[in-house]
Antibody, heavy 126, light 109 residues
Framework: QVQLVQSGTEVKKPGASVKVSCKASGYTFSTYGFSWVRQAPGQGLEWMGWISAYNGDTNFAQNLQGRVTMTTDTSTSTAYMELRSLRSDDTAVYYC???????????????????WGQGTLVTVSS | EIVLTQSPGTLSLSPGERATLSCRASQSVSSSYLAWYQQKPGQAPRLLIYGASSRATGIPDRFSGSGSGTDFTLTISRLEPEDFAVYYCQQYGSSLPITFGQGTRLEIK
């Protein structure tokens, strides 16, 4: 069965960086991509971006461009999301989610999210 | 960016009743690339519906989706106790960024 298992809770100071991992199992890793979604306390869902596990193509939400990096490691079937220059409003639960997708030229397509990780709480506080 | 507006914000119903949740898009959602998710407290969202009307694997048939263009609906035909949760619509595809509605909270009356 498909499983996405994320790394544990993080507490960071403003200005620091955080890297969250998402280990996949139960399917062929490179045939899907990963979206990352965050949810601030008591708030809705915000898409952060997507990465192809096949060729590393990425697409990011404009408000996070320059602060976020997404990578994958096919040898360990793990996806990573790194967010830099953390601010207090980055405090949220961060989810990875499996989704098909592709990029062609300057445009990308990302499908719905059929499996989700359990979430990683990142708290940014001085 | 496509803005999704869900209504109502909160829906209070009793088990056994029918629930109708609405999702309206600020512009047409191409190829009905519209999904619905259920989220319970402390849990990750769960995919219910994709392509506006296709049920995800393992989802009971009391859940159904309909609509096209800018107006979409999630219907739960007979509410079970485990259906009380928050529901989000999402548009996906090539109209990036992917966006979610603000959610509808379905609570027990």
């Amino acid at each position: 069965q498909v499983q996405l298992v994320q790394s544990g809770t993080e507490v960071k100071k403003p200005g620091a960086s955080v890297k969250v991992s998402c280990k996949a199992s139960g399917y062929t890793f490179s045939t899907y991509g990963f979206s990352w979604v965050r949810q601030a306390p008591g708030q809705g869902l915000e898409w952060m971006g997507w990465i192809s596990a096949y060729n590393g193509d990425t697409n990011f939400a404009q408000n996070l461009q320059g602060r976020v990096t997404m990578t994958t490691d096919t040898s360990t079937s793990t996806a990573y999301m790194e967010l830099r220059s953390l601010r207090s409003d980055d405090t949220a639960v961060y989810y990875c989610a499996r989704s098909l997708g592709y990029c062609s030229g300057t445009s990308c397509y990302t499908s719905y999210f059929d499996y989700w990780g359990q979430g990683t709480l990142v708290t940014v506080s001085s | 960016e496509i803005v999704l507006t869900q209504s109502p914000g909160t829906l209070s119903l009793s088990p056994g009743e029918r629930a109708t949740l609405s999702c309206r898009a600020s512009q047409s959602v191409s190829s009905s690339y519209l999904a619905w998710y259920q989220q319970k407290p402390g849990q990750a969202p769960r995919l219910l519906i994709y392509g506006a009307s296709s049920r995800a694997t393992g989802i009971p048939d009391r859940f159904s989706g309909s609509g096209s263009g800018t107006d979409f609906t999630l219907t739960i035909s007979r509410l079970e106790p485990e259906d009380f949760a928050v529901y989000y619509c999402q548009q996906y595809g090539s109209s990036l960024p992917i966006t979610f509605g603000q959610g509808t909270r379905l609570e027990i009356k």
